[in-house]
């Protein structure tokens, strides 16, 4: 056998291993999550007049002067790299830690039978990705319009953010939640069993 169909089969193999192919998966997106989280984000420093003040992108909600305050204090060049973080990096942001998010509820799932293939749950990930997505869409066009802040475009900013944040954090609960679900619910079978076998 060649060594191109060796690589071919074992592929293959791998491809046909949904688990395998999911916990793959999953460490490469970890890893592209870890290098955002420590390498990428600590690098982007804005030159902010008031040093309390924090990006929109981290706040739940936020006002007309809230996004008046933020974009003043930021500058000229504060806002230009301001555009280039929403507009370039946390456009593929969403996507990594989404679908890390996504494949992990999915492979937990799985394992453990715990939610219907198609259950909105297991898809709460990817909204939240979408939802970040969104807002950050939302941020360019203010960035954009600045001097002009529109209230309308701060309250939809505020929503997409609110429920961004409410999506991230129910799937990591989810996440938790399936593990300790499975050792309580085998608690209580290893309990039953032995209660059964006293009663014989």
């Not at 003043?72 to 830690?97: E, K």
Request: aromatic share 18%; net charge positive; proline share 4%.
């Amino acid at each position: 056998m060649t060594t191109g169909r060796k690589v071919k089969g074992f592929l293959m193999q791998i491809l046909s291993n949904k688990p395998l192919l999911y916990l793959l998966s999953i460490v490469l997106l970890f890893g592209v999550w870890l290098y955002f989280t420590l390498q990428v984000f600590p690098s982007v420093e804005f030159p902010f007049e008031n040093k309390e003040l924090k990006i929109l992108d981290v706040r739940l909600w936020y006002s007309e002067e809230d996004v008046f305050e933020l974009f003043q204090s930021l500058g000229n060049q504060g806002r230009a790299i301001y555009f280039y973080q929403v507009a370039v990096i946390d456009m593929i942001y969403p996507l990594v830690y989404g679908f890390l998010l996504f494949l992990i509820i999915r492979l937990l799932s799985n394992r453990y039978l715990f939610f219907k293939q198609h259950s909105v749950f297991v898809y709460f990930p990817l909204m939240a990705a979408s939802a970040d997505i969104l807002e950050n869409l939302n941020t360019v066009l203010m960035l954009y319009l600045f001097p002009k802040v529109i209230d309308i475009l701060c309250f939809i900013g505020s929503i997409f953010s609110f429920s961004k944040w409410l999506l991230v954090v129910f799937s990591i609960l989810i996440i938790m939640f399936i593990p300790v679900f499975q050792v309580i619910k085998h608690s209580f079978q290893y309990l039953k069993i032995g209660k059964n076998r006293t009663n014989l």
